[in-house]
C-alpha cells in the first residue's frame, strides 16, 4: 500500500475555507476544495479544486476516492451530501448535526428538547400557522426563514399581525420561525473544538453587529464568571446533545434581564473565531486540522486583549480601500481574494492585540476608519 498522504476535503472555498486551507497547508497537509463557484477564495490555492455543485455526484465520487476525512465551511450545503460521504469516510460535523443546525425550526426544536433556553418564537409553515398568530400582543418579532439565511439576510423585523401577513406573502418562502425581538444587553459567542472525547473551549468573544452583520469582535468579552460558566454548560449540554465532533459556534444573546439564551449553532469555524488566528497559541482553524489528522488535543490560550474587525464591500465602493503598510506588530490585516466586493460581502479583517480591550479597540478602530 501507499503511504502517500491523502487529501483532506474542504466543502465549500470561501473565506473560513481558505483560512483552513492556509493553516493546514503550513501543517503540510494537501486540501481538496469543492465550491460551485470557480472564483472563490480558497480554490486558489488548493491542492486540488472541483468546480461543481456540492450535490454533483462525479465530485463526491473523487472526494471519497481521493480524501479520507472531510469538513465544510458553510452550512447551507446539502445534509445529503454529507450522508453521502459518511458512507465512504469520516466527515466532521456529521450530517444528523448539520441537518438540526443548517435549518431554524429543527435548531430551535432540537434546543428545547435539550431544556436549553432561546428566544421566545413560532414556527410558521402555512397560512394556516400564520392566522393563528393573530393573538400575538408582545410586537416586535423577528420573522427568519427557516434555512439558507445567513449575515441576517431572510430576516425582517415585524411590528404588527398586518406587516406579517405582508412579509409571509411577499418573500414567496413557507417555511419561518418568528422570533421574539430581544432587548439585548450584549452578544457574545463560543467558539469549541470538539475532539473525539475532549472539549477546548476557545476564549469567548463578545461581538457587535451593524446591519446584522458582525462588524467587531472583542476579546475577552466583558461579561461575569458566572455568564462565562452558564455559557459553558450550555455550550456542553449542546455538544454532548448533538453528540458533536469538530468546530462549533454557539452564539448567545444576553438580555436586559440577564437571562442567556442560544441565538444559533454554526457547526463550522466562525468570523467571530477569526481573533483567535493572531490571538490564540492555537487558532480555530488549527484545531480544526488537529481534529481531522486526529492530533492530541491542547488548549486554546489568549496571547492578550485582541479586538477584530470585519473588512466588508462597502468599503470597496468607489476603489479599494488605501492599506497603509504597518511595521507594527500587534497589527494584522487579511484579505480574502474575491474578486467582486459587494456592499455586505465579507472581504477581510483587521485584528489587534493589545495590552488591553480599551486600548485594542482604539486602535482597532481608528485603522478601521482610516479605511472610510
Ligand atoms: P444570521 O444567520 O444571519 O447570523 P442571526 O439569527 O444570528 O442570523 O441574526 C443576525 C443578527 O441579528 C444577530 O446577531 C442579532 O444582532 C440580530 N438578531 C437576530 N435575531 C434577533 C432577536 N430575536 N432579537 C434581537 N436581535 C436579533
Ligand atoms: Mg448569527
Not at 502517500?4 to 497537509?29: D, V
Not at 418564537?121 to 400575538?136: A, F, M, R, V
Not at 488535543?297 to 465602493?317: A, E, F, H, Q, Y
Request: net charge neutral.
Amino acid at each position: 500500500m501507499s503511504n502517500k498522504k491523502k487529501l483532506i476535503a474542504m466543502l465549500g472555498g470561501g473565506q473560513l475555507g481558505l483560512m483552513f486551507t492556509e493553516k493546514a497547508q503550513s501543517m503540510g497537509e494537501k486540501i481538496l476544495v469543492l465550491d460551485p463557484d470557480k472564483n472563490c477564495p480558497a480554490g486558489k490555492i488548493a491542492n486540488k479544486f472541483i468546480n461543481a455543485e456540492y450535490t454533483d455526484k462525479n465530485a463526491l465520487q473523487s472526494i471519497m476516492n481521493e480524501c479520507d476525512v472531510c469538513t465544510t465551511e458553510f452550512e447551507n450545503i446539502p445534509y445529503k451530501t454529507l450522508k453521502t460521504l459518511e458512507n465512504k469516510i469520516e466527515v466532521y460535523p456529521s450530517s444528523q448535526s448539520l441537518k438540526i443546525t443548517q435549518n431554524r425550526s429543527l435548531e430551535k426544536k432540537f434546543l428545547k428538547s435539550a431544556n436549553i433556553p432561546t428566544t421566545k418564537y413560532y414556527e410558521i409553515n402555512s397560512s394556516e400557522d400564520l392566522n393563528l398568530l393573530n393573538h400575538i400582543n408582545d410586537w416586535p418579532y423577528i420573522l427568519k426563514t427557516s434555512a439558507f439565511g445567513y449575515d441576517g439576510k431572510g430576516q425582517s423585523v415585524i411590528n404588527n399581525f398586518n406587516d406579517l401577513v405582508i412579509a409571509y406573502n411577499d418573500a414567496g418562502v413557507t417555511n419561518y420561525v418568528l422570533e421574539k425581538k430581544v432587548k439585548l444587553y450584549k452578544e457574545v459567542s463560543q467558539v469549541a473544538a470538539c475532539y473525539k472525547n475532549k472539549i477546548i473551549f476557545l476564549p469567548i468573544s463578545e461581538n457587535i453587529h451593524i446591519n446584522n452583520i458582525l462588524h467587531k469582535s472583542l476579546v475577552p468579552a466583558k461579561i461575569t464568571l458566572d455568564s462565562e460558566n452558564v455559557i459553558r454548560d450550555i455550550s456542553k449540554k449542546i455538544i454532548h446533545s448533538l453528540n458533536y465532533e469538530g468546530i462549533i459556534c454557539i452564539e448567545f444573546f444576553i438580555d436586559n434581564d440577564n437571562n442567556i439564551l442560544v441565538n444559533e449553532i454554526a457547526p463550522r469555524t466562525h468570523n467571530s473565531g477569526h481573533y483567535s488566528i493572531e490571538g490564540c497559541d492555537i487558532s480555530q482553524f488549527e484545531h480544526q486540522v488537529k481534529i481531522l489528522t486526529k492530533q492530541e488535543p491542547k488548549c486554546s490560550s489568549l496571547k492578550s486583549s485582541t479586538v477584530m474587525i470585519n473588512l466588508l464591500g462597502d468599503l470597496w465602493l468607489n476603489s479599494t480601500p488605501n492599506f497603509i503598510p504597518t511595521d507594527k506588530e500587534n497589527i494584522f490585516l487579511h484579505l480574502y481574494n474575491k474578486d467582486i466586493a459587494k456592499p455586505g460581502r465579507k472581504m477581510g479583517h483587521i485584528t489587534v492585540i493589545d495590552k488591553s480591550i480599551t486600548s485594542a479597540e482604539k486602535i482597532a478602530d481608528k485603522l478601521f476608519n482610516s479605511l472610510i
